[in-house]
């Protein structure tokens, strides 16, 4: 199991964006499939996106159409853009190496994440 390290989180209004990264420091990504996923206090953690070696992406219906997911191989690198966030996107954002392209939440242990907080 990899430990990658989630970053890019903060405070931001409605109709804002953030940029996420997800980065491991042995270097390990561009050898999975890459999910973002996230945990909303009182809820369960939820898929979010995810994105396979060959860049194949999966969305969760909620974060259509404002979220996208890519990957930068040659710095080993995983980015989340998320675009006219909700209050609802509030959460903490973790990442997570797959052994293939999926939303289901991986039984695993988790970092810290990144919290990121949508209000006015």
């Known amino acids: 199991q990899l430990q990658p390290v989630e970053s890019g989180g903060g405070l931001v209004q409605p109709g804002g964006s953030l940029t996420l990264s997800c980065a491991d420091s042995?270097?390990?990504?561009?050898?999975?499939?890459i999910g973002w996923y996230r945990q909303a206090p009182g809820k369960e953690r939820e898929g979010v996106s995810a994105?396979?070696?060959?860049?194949?992406?999966k969305y969760a219906d909620s974060v259509k159409g404002r979220f996208t997911i890519s990957r930068d191989n040659a710095k080993n690198m995983v980015y989340l853009q998320m675009n006219n966030m909700k209050p609802e996107d509030t959460a903490i954002y973790y990442c997570?190496?797959?052994?293939?392209?999926?939303?289901?939440?991986?039984?695993?242990?988790w970092g810290q994440g990144t919290q990121v907080t949508v209000s006015s």
């Open positions: 994105i396979s070696i060959g860049g194949s992406t």
């Open positions: 042995g270097s390990q990504l561009d050898y999975y499939s």
């Open positions: 997570a190496e797959l052994p293939f392209l999926t939303l289901t939440v991986p039984l695993r242990s």
